[in-house]
């Protein structure tokens, strides 16, 4: 998932002094006042940067909450590691395709639990992922050089015009991967005790079949599996079509019985907001609400009408299976950014809103890397969830086929 990340330069300090579950207080800014029902732990926030790697961050933060889970502890494992094998990857894929498939720095949450079942997963310190700092204290990801050099040697290869490559042009492109973000370790001691990337995936017990994408359409019948059709799903991904409601009880079920979800969602609306909050209002109630004239409204920039809907719970749209669809035809919902889902909170009218661990670090976060969103649009721009097959009511596990 590429998106508007590539911008945004957080600080990556820490959410928590290790992983825990979120206090039961109330978090406040401007006219929200947000108190936790339930939460689950979760690691510490981190902080992807300048790099579209949220589908990484996003997914590996969800594993970790899984190994916390199965009592296995607190593991910080690499996102880099994942996305070097996932880049490799998708450029033979592109290539493959002679070009006609997307090569970009975007993945989905399906090539983490892939790269588990194929790759296998180290821990943080066996690839922090970063070769290029110019300091010691340069310790985030920073990948706009990195994704241009890739880019540009996907590009000469399916553009060269030769009608026979040669077999070492992916050693070239390994070699800036290597170069970046430093080699996958064919072995590395972590805890004393040596390892192959396999080999401490198969200690730390998480079975990748168990993880299946569940997503909500109606251009392809329900309780059947389809690839969704966004570029960064370019392993193809076979998710579980429901509907909406169904697609909502999947994940309440989820976090009402321990597990979280990593989500896949359009950030792109003007009320998902650099502050923490995450709502679709209905804009002519909420102008009403406000005393705002209909020229007054009318008249303000997007990032005025931002501040208007974001400053206090307003009354939001009521989401239908219809909306969601044209939306995602009209390329009004788009496939932008990766988070974990991992508990709910009320505002002060008793509201209900999801708990969100983002990626964006924590320093300019008002909630420190939390967002709040509701359940509005939860509905509306979630694209896709990635779930233990556990967490699914076992009514709706049964349409689907799932054992």
């Given amino acids: 998932m590429k998106h508007l990340s590539l911008i945004l330069a957080f600080s990556a300090l820490s959410l928590y002094a290790g992983a825990q579950d979120v206090a039961a207080v109330s978090d406040s800014i401007d ?6 029902v339930d939460s689950i732990a979760i690691t510490p926030v981190k902080d992807q940067n300048r790099s579209s790697t949220c589908w990484s961050y996003s997914t590996i933060g969800f594993l970790e909450s899984e190994l916390l889970r199965i009592g296995k502890g607190e593991y910080d494992l690499s996102e880099m590691f994942v996305v070097h094998h996932t880049m490799l990857d998708r450029a033979e894929y592109s290539v493959r395709m ?6 970009a720095p975007g993945g989905s949450a399906y090539d983490v639990i892939y790269c588990l079942k194929n790759y296998g997963l180290v821990p943080q310190e066996a690839m922090p992922g970063i070769e290029y700092g110019r300091t010691p204290a340069d310790t985030l990801p ?12 996907v590009k000469a290869v399916t553009n060269s015009g030769l009608k026979k490559l040669t077999p070492v042009w992916k050693k070239a492109l390994t070699a800036v991967y290597d170069t970046y973000l430093g080699e996958c370790p064919k072995t590395f001691i972590y805890n004393g005790k040596e390892y192959t990337p396999t080999s401490f995936a198969e200690e730390l017990g998480l079975n990748a079949d168990d993880y299946v994408s569940i997503t909500s359409y109606t251009h392809h019948p329900y309780y059947t599996t389809f690839a969704l059709e966004v570029p960064d799903n370019w392993r193809m991904d076979q998710m579980y079509n429901v509907p909406m409601d169904e697609m909502m009880a999947i994940i309440d079920n989820a976090l009402a019985n321990g597990y979280t979800l990593a989500w896949g969602a359009d950030v792109s609306e003007i009320c998902f907001t650099r502050k923490g909050i995450g709502v679709v209002p209905e804009e002519e109630k909420a102008a009403d609400l406000m005393g705002s004239d209909a020229a007054r409204w009318l008249g303000l920039s997007a990032t005025d009408k931002r501040e208007e809907l974001t400053k206090k719970p307003l009354p939001e749209k009521t989401i239908t299976q219809e909306m969601r669809q044209a939306a995602y035809d009209s390329w009004e919902n788009t496939d932008d950014h990766g988070m974990q889902i991992f508990g ?7 509201k209900r809103y999801y708990m ?6 924590t320093k300019k976060s008002e909630y420190k890397g939390i967002w709040y969103v509701s359940e509005a649009y939860m509905q509306y721009k979630t694209n896709d969830v990635l779930v233990h097959k556990n967490a699914i009511p076992k009514e709706i596990r049964k349409k689907l086929g799932i054992k």
């Fill in 356 to 361: 969100v661990k983002n990626s964006w670090g």
């Fill in 344 to 350: 709910t909170a009320n505002d002060q009218n008793g």
């Fill in 31 to 36: 006219g929200f006042r947000f108190t936790t």
């Fill in 98 to 103: 002679y070009g006609t498939a997307e090569f």
């Fill in 142 to 153: 920073v990948h706009a050089e990195l994704d241009a050099v890739a880019g540009g040697v």
